[in-house]
Nanobody
């Protein structure tokens, strides 16, 4: 199993920025698909940004591409999500998730792919 702990959420005005962190155990030991997902009231959980920890780079949802940046620090076993130009539609509970790499799959932004989850950190963007 992998243990995931998110931090960095909070309240920010529209146009502002936040950086989320996800501390992961065994981050440098195995290859994982890891990423960020979010869920707001009345909506299904959706993928925001994911990465193959041994792959070429992250994949982003169309709604955040150009505004959010996923990065990783292997020495600190930590995944980050830099969120810029936030708007009210970004308000959600943000979750870190992981899946042991078991081959290439098509729908990496689908929450159903992942089996390890953190408890979430709330992001609230006011107008």
């Amino acid at each position: 199993q992998v243990h995931l702990v998110e931090s960095g959420g909070g309240s920010v005005q529209a146009g502002g920025s936040l950086r989320l962190s996800c501390a992961a155990s065994r981050y440098t030991v195995y290859r994982y698909y890891m990423g960020w997902f979010r869920q707001s009231p009345g909506k299904e959980r959706e993928g925001v940004a994911v990465i193959d920890t041994a792959g070429p780079g992250p994949y982003y949802a169309a709604s955040v591409k150009g505004r959010f940046t996923l990065s990783q620090d292997t020495a600190k076993h930590t995944l980050y999500l830099q969120m810029n130009s936030l708007n009210a539609e970004d308000t959600a509970m943000y979750y870190c998730a992981a899946r042991r790499w078991d081959g290439y799959i098509d729908s990496l932004l689908s929450p159903e792919v992942y089996n390890y989850w953190g408890q979430g950190t709330q992001v609230t963007v006011s107008s």
